[in-house]
T-cell receptor, first 114, second 115 residues
Framework: AQTVTQSQPEMSVQEAETVTLSCTYD???????LFWYKQPPSRQMILVIR??????QNATENRFSVNFQKAAKSFSLKISDSQLGDAAMYFC???????????FGKGTRLHILP | DTGVSQNPRHKITKRGQNVTFRCDPI?????LYWYRQTLGQGPEFLTY????????KSRLLSDRFSAERPKGSFSTLEIQRTEQGDSAMYLC?????????????FGEGSRLTVL
C-alpha cells in the first residue's frame, strides 16, 4: 500500500527566510502524482504545487519549489522569502493517477516568525 | 464557479443520533471524494465516486457510514448511530479525473461534534 511520511510535525522560519519541508513516500508504481497542499487555520485546503513522476524537472510555482528525488522516493517543498501568510499546515500527498484517491501525510505545521 | 460547497458547516449531536452531510462539487467535476480529518492530522480517505458510481470505500468506513451521489451531482454522507469517535471534520473534494491535472478542490468541511 502507498504511504506518505512527513517526519517534521512542526517547523518555524523567520520571515523572508527559506524553509524546506520534508516528505517521503512509498509506492511500487513507476508513474504517479505528488502534491503539496496548504491548510491555513480554519480555512480550506488548497494546492500549492504538483509534480508528475515521469517529469524529471522539479516543479516551481513562484516562491514554492520542490526537490523530487524519484529513486529516493523523496519530495521536499522549499518556500523562499517566507511570508506571514505562509503560516499553515502543509500536507504532502500522493496519487496513483489523475483520478484515483489522494493519500495524505500527517502534515507539518509551519510557523512564520516576524 | 462557486467552488465545493459543504453543509452544514457545524453539527453537534448526541451519541446514537444519525447525521447527514451534503457536498455540492464543482459542477464540471465527475470525481467526488470524502475524507475525514481529526485535529492535527492529515485527511484520511473515506470513499469516492465517479459520477454516481461509488468506486472505492476505505476499510475505515464502518457499516454505520453510507455515502451516495444520486445523478452524479451532489453527494451525501450519512453516519448512523453516531459515536464520540466520529467527532471530526468531514471534507469533501472534487476533481475532473483523467481529463484534469489531478488537483483536488476541497470544500471548507463539515465539523461534527458528538456529545
Amino acid at each position: 500500500a502507498q504511504t506518505v511520511t512527513q517526519s517534521q510535525p512542526e517547523m518555524s522560519v523567520q520571515e523572508a527566510e527559506t524553509v524546506t519541508l520534508s516528505c517521503t513516500y512509498d509506492t511500487s508504481e513507476s508513474d504517479y502524482y505528488l502534491f503539496w497542499y496548504k491548510q491555513p487555520p480554519s480555512r480550506q485546503m488548497i494546492l500549492v504545487i504538483r509534480q508528475e513522476a515521469y517529469k524529471q524537472q522539479n516543479a516551481t510555482e513562484n516562491r514554492f519549489s520542490v526537490n523530487f528525488q524519484k529513486a529516493a522516493k523523496s519530495f521536499s517543498l522549499k518556500i523562499s522569502d517566507s511570508q506571514l501568510g505562509d503560516a499553515a499546515m502543509y500536507f504532502c500527498a500522493y496519487s496513483k493517477n489523475r483520478d484515483d484517491k489522494i493519500i495524505f501525510g500527517k502534515g507539518t505545521r509551519l510557523h512564520i516568525l516576524p | 464557479d462557486t467552488g465545493v460547497s459543504q453543509n452544514p458547516r457545524h453539527k453537534i449531536t448526541k451519541r446514537g443520533q444519525n447525521v447527514t452531510f451534503r457536498c455540492d462539487p464543482i459542477s464540471e467535476h465527475n470525481r467526488l471524494y470524502w475524507y475525514r480529518q481529526t485535529l492535527g492530522q492529515g485527511p484520511e480517505f473515506l470513499t469516492y465516486f465517479q459520477n454516481e458510481a461509488q468506486l472505492e470505500k476505505s476499510r475505515l468506513l464502518s457499516d454505520r457510514f453510507s455515502a451516495e451521489r444520486p445523478k452524479g451531482s451532489f453527494s451525501t454522507l450519512e453516519i448512523q448511530r453516531t459515536e464520540q469517535g466520529d467527532s471530526a471534520m468531514y471534507l469533501c473534494a472534487s476533481r475532473w479525473g483523467r481529463e484534469g491535472t489531478g488537483e483536488l478542490f476541497f470544500g471548507e468541511g463539515s465539523r461534527l461534534t458528538v456529545l
